[in-house]
C-alpha cells in the first residue's frame, strides 16, 4: 500500500526564488526566514539584506527542519513563513492611530502562544471595536491561515502589526497619550474598579505565564478579572474578551 505524502503549511513558502519575491515585491506579508546551515554565503547575505531592510527575523536552522517543513521538497535551504494579510511595522501603525485626544482601544498580545487562541483574541477585538491588534515578532503565535479561520474572517479587516519589543512598544503607545492596562492575576485592583480612559491600549499576556516582569513594569497599572471558582484562571481570549467589552461598555 503507497504511503500518503503529508501535506505542507499553506503559510509557507520555500526555494530562493520564491523567498526573494516575496521578500522583495510583498515584505509586509513576511513574518520570518529560515535558512539552511549549509547555505552557500551569497545567498545568506542576500537573505540577511533584505530581512534587515524590511525588519524581518531571520534564523539559522538545521537542513533537516526545512526537508520536515516542506516534507521534502527542494527548499534550496530558504524557507518563509506567510501572512495572509499586510503586517504593519509598530510604529506605522501607531501613525495611523486616531489623534488625541480621541478615544481608541488597541489589543497588545505578550507572546500568546496558541493561533486558536490568537485568532479568537482578534475576533474579539474587532468585535469591541478596537482599532488594532499587536503581536510580538518573536515567541508567540504567527497570524497565519489558522489565526485567519478562527478569527472568522477578522484578521483580515483589523489592522495587524508586529512589535520586535513589546516594552518598547509600549512606550511608544504612552508617547501617544494612551493608557496601557496590563491583565495580570497577580495586581491589586479588579477590571472594574473604575471605567477605562478614552485612549487604552489592553495588555494580554501568554497562556499559562501570564505577561512577563518587564512588560508588567512597563504598564501604567495592572488589574486582575476577580473569579469565584476553583478554576484558577481564565483562558487568554476569554480574559482578553472581558477586558475589550469592559472598555466598550464604559464607553457607551
Same mark, same amino acid.
Given at each position: 500500500?503507497?504511503?500518503?505524502?503529508?501535506?505542507?503549511?499553506?503559510?509557507?513558502?520555500?526555494?530562493?526564488?520564491?523567498?526573494?519575491?516575496?521578500?522583495?515585491?510583498?515584505?509586509?506579508?513576511?513574518?520570518?526566514?529560515?535558512?539552511?546551515?549549509?547555505?552557500?554565503?551569497?545567498?545568506?547575505?542576500?537573505?540577511?539584506?533584505?530581512?534587515?531592510?524590511?525588519?524581518?527575523? =531571520?534564523? %539559522?536552522?538545521?537542513?533537516?527542519?526545512?526537508?520536515? /517543513?516542506?516534507?521534502?521538497?527542494?527548499?534550496?535551504?530558504?524557507?518563509?513563513? /506567510?501572512?495572509?494579510?499586510? =503586517?504593519?511595522?509598530?510604529?506605522?501603525?501607531?501613525?495611523?492611530?486616531?489623534?488625541?485626544?480621541?478615544?481608541? /482601544?488597541? =489589543?497588545?498580545?505578550?507572546? =500568546?502562544?496558541?493561533?486558536?487562541?490568537?485568532?479568537?483574541?482578534?475576533?474579539?477585538?474587532?468585535?469591541?471595536?478596537?482599532?488594532?491588534? /499587536?503581536?510580538?515578532?518573536?515567541?508567540?503565535?504567527?497570524? %497565519?491561515? %489558522?489565526?485567519?479561520?478562527?478569527?472568522?474572517?477578522?484578521?483580515?479587516?483589523?489592522?495587524?502589526?508586529?512589535?520586535?519589543?513589546?516594552?518598547?512598544?509600549?512606550?511608544?503607545?504612552?508617547?501617544?497619550?494612551?493608557?496601557?492596562?496590563?491583565?495580570?492575576?497577580?495586581?491589586?485592583?479588579?477590571?472594574?474598579?473604575?471605567?477605562?480612559?478614552?485612549?487604552?491600549?489592553?495588555?494580554?499576556?501568554?497562556?499559562?505565564?501570564?505577561?512577563?516582569?518587564?512588560?508588567?513594569?512597563?504598564?501604567?497599572?495592572?488589574?486582575?478579572?476577580?473569579?469565584?471558582?476553583?478554576?484558577?484562571?481564565?483562558?487568554?481570549?476569554?480574559?482578553?474578551?472581558?477586558?475589550?467589552?469592559?472598555?466598550?461598555?464604559?464607553?457607551?
Amino acid at each position: 500500500m503507497r504511503e500518503e505524502k503529508a501535506s505542507v503549511s499553506e503559510d509557507i513558502c520555500w526555494g530562493r526564488n520564491p523567498v526573494f519575491s516575496l521578500l522583495e515585491e510583498s515584505p509586509e506579508r513576511c513574518m520570518k526566514v529560515l535558512i539552511s546551515k549549509t547555505a552557500q554565503p551569497h545567498i545568506k547575505a542576500r537573505l540577511q539584506d533584505l530581512c534587515r531592510a524590511a525588519n524581518i527575523v =531571520l534564523l %539559522t536552522v538545521d537542513p533537516a527542519a526545512l526537508d520536515k /517543513m516542506t516534507n521534502k521538497e527542494n527548499h534550496q535551504g530558504v524557507v518563509a513563513y /506567510m501572512a495572509p494579510m499586510k =503586517l504593519w511595522d509598530a510604529e506605522e501603525l501607531i501613525q495611523m492611530l486616531p489623534p488625541a485626544p480621541e478615544p481608541a /482601544m488597541v =489589543l497588545l498580545c505578550d507572546h =500568546l502562544q496558541d493561533p486558536h487562541n490568537l485568532g479568537a483574541v482578534i475576533r474579539s477585538a474587532e468585535a469591541a471595536g478596537a482599532s488594532a491588534v /499587536m503581536i510580538p515578532k518573536r515567541g508567540g503565535a504567527l497570524p %497565519t491561515g %489558522t489565526v485567519v479561520k478562527t478569527s472568522a474572517g477578522a484578521a483580515l479587516r483589523l489592522p495587524l502589526a508586529k512589535t520586535g519589543n513589546v516594552s518598547q512598544t509600549i512606550r511608544l503607545l504612552q508617547e501617544a497619550n494612551f493608557w496601557v492596562v496590563g491583565l495580570s492575576m497577580d495586581a491589586e485592583e479588579t477590571l472594574f474598579k473604575e471605567d477605562m480612559p478614552p485612549r487604552v491600549v489592553i495588555v494580554i499576556g501568554a497562556e499559562g505565564d501570564g505577561l512577563g516582569r518587564a512588560v508588567a513594569k512597563s504598564c501604567d497599572e495592572l488589574r486582575h478579572i476577580p473569579m469565584a471558582g476553583k478554576t484558577g484562571s481564565l483562558n487568554a481570549s476569554v480574559a482578553a474578551a472581558l477586558a475589550l467589552f469592559e472598555y466598550t461598555r464604559s464607553r457607551r
